[in-house]
Each structure stands twice: as structure tokens, then as C-alpha cells.
Nanobody, 120 residues
Framework: QVQLVESGGGLVQPGGSLRLSCAAS????????MGWYRQAPGKERELVAR???????NYADSVKGRFTISRDNAKNTVYLQMNTVKPEDTAVYYC??????????????WGKGTLVTVSS
């Protein structure tokens, strides 16, 4: 079993900053790509940012220059630094990871999500 647990969500004012964390635990042999997705009310889930185990990153156009994804491979943790947030960044943010388990079974896992609300 593999679990992804997000933290760091909450209420933030427009123009402010927030840092999300996601820790993976369980029967993990290795983790390939990790990423953050978000789903706003009434909208489909969308990619925010993704990072490979080698550190290569890609971002949604809407967050480029404002958000930064990073990871600590030793801690199986991925982070999302959110700067200059806007009301349209309001969404539930989900962590995602491509995991190779200790039984050498590869699968994609999701966290339960953390709510980010940008409002004054």
C-alpha cells in the first residue's frame, strides 16, 4: 500500500504565498514522477506542475513564473511553492506520484487533496 498525504492548504489573500507539501509513504521502492493537479468547483482536474526524479519540471501556462515545484527524494516528498496567488488559483490541490512498489509493481497514486482558497 502507498499513501500520499498533502498538507499546507488554507486561506490566503491575493498576492500572497503558500507552500504545499505531499509526503509519500508505504511500500515504496522508488518514485518516478511526482506532481500537483488541481480541481476548481465545476471544472475538470488539471495539471499544475510535475517533476521527474531527475528534477526536470513542467508547468501549466497559468502558473509559470509564480509556482515552483520541488522534491526531496530522501523524504519521498514533493512541494509546491505558490507565490503571487490569484483568486483563480482557488481549488482542491491533489498530489500525484508514479510509484514502483517493493513488489516491483508500478502504479499511479493520488492524495486526497488539500483546499486552497484565495480571497480577501
Amino acid at each position: 500500500q502507498v499513501q500520499l498525504v498533502e498538507s499546507g492548504g488554507g486561506l490566503v489573500q491575493p498576492g500572497g504565498s503558500l507552500r504545499l507539501s505531499c509526503a509519500a509513504s508505504g511500500s515504496i521502492f522508488s518514485i518516478n514522477a511526482m506532481g500537483w493537479y488541481r480541481q476548481a468547483p465545476g471544472k475538470e482536474r488539471e495539471l499544475v506542475a510535475r517533476i521527474s526524479n531527475g528534477g526536470n519540471t513542467n508547468y501549466a501556462d497559468s502558473v509559470k513564473g509564480r509556482f515552483t515545484i520541488s522534491r526531496d527524494n530522501a523524504k519521498n516528498t514533493v512541494y509546491l511553492q505558490m507565490n503571487t496567488v490569484k483568486p483563480e488559483d482557488t481549488a482542491v490541490y491533489y498530489c500525484n506520484a508514479d510509484v514502483l512498489t517493493t513488489r516491483f509493481y508500478g502504479a499511479n497514486y493520488w492524495g486526497k487533496g488539500t483546499l486552497v482558497t484565495v480571497s480577501s
